[in-house]
Structures are given as C-alpha cells and as structure tokens.
C-alpha cells in the first residue's frame, strides 16, 4: 500500500487501481482474506471512492434494510401468534425464522389475524 501511495499521487487514480487490485484478487485469493485486507480503515477509505465501491456499499444497504424489514415482520408475526394462540411449537418457529421473504411474511400477518386458530392459521400459511 505504501508503495502504490509513493508512485501514484492521484487519489482517483489509486482508487482505480485498488478496483482492478481487488477484481483480481477475488479471482485468486480466499473470500475471508480478501474481506479481511478490504475490511482494513485505509483500504475500505478508498474503496469507497471507486464506482464499484459505491456500488458494493449500496447493495449491502438494500441488503440490510431488506434483513431489517423482514426481521421486524418476522418479530411482529411471531407475536401476533403468540398473542392470539398462545406459546408456539419449537418446529413452527424454526419454520417462520427462516422466512426470509417480506412480502410472505406480511402475508401471514393477514392471516394470523383471521384465522380463528392455530390449526387454521398453519393450514392456510400451508406450513
């Protein structure tokens, strides 16, 4: 890194080169490593100037929202039923935690609330 930061002076020019470094690198070297050197303060600063870097940080904010929102839909079902049926079965929750999907998830949520059992709900969630 420190040879890269003597020779090449333009930052938009070092970012460039770490996008090809790195393009490269995941070719050649083992995920964890590459996470690791990227995952680095000075490396992440400059990745982050790189059209790729933008782009690699906004799809894992559209990641994390997503996670976000369906672990709050998840949370909210799981409630509900609670609420409404009481304790839930080990296997039913294994199941519903590893609903990743919102739009299924809401869907459920409709349902739990007219279901008129526990029976019910299962049968029309088809779980």
Not at 48 to 61: S, V
Not at 116 to 121: G, Q, W
């Amino acid at each position: 890194m420190a040879a890269i930061d003597r020779q090449v002076q333009s930052t938009q020019q070092r970012a460039e080169l770490l996008t090809v470094t790195l393009l490269l690198a995941s070719i050649r070297v083992h995920r964890d490593v590459l996470r690791a050197f990227v995952e680095s303060r000075a490396m992440f600063d400059l990745l982050q100037d790189t059209p790729l870097g933008q782009q690699l940080l906004q799809e894992a904010e559209r990641r994390g929202e997503q996670q976000g929102q369906a672990e709050g839909l998840r949370r909210a079902l799981v409630r509900a039923l609670t609420h409404r049926f009481g304790n839930l079965s080990t296997d039913l929750q294994a199941t519903l935690n590893g609903i990743d999907d919102s739009g299924q998830l809401e869907q459920l949520l409709d349902l739990v609330l007219d279901a008129p059992d526990l029976d019910a709900f299962r049968s029309g969630a088809q779980l």
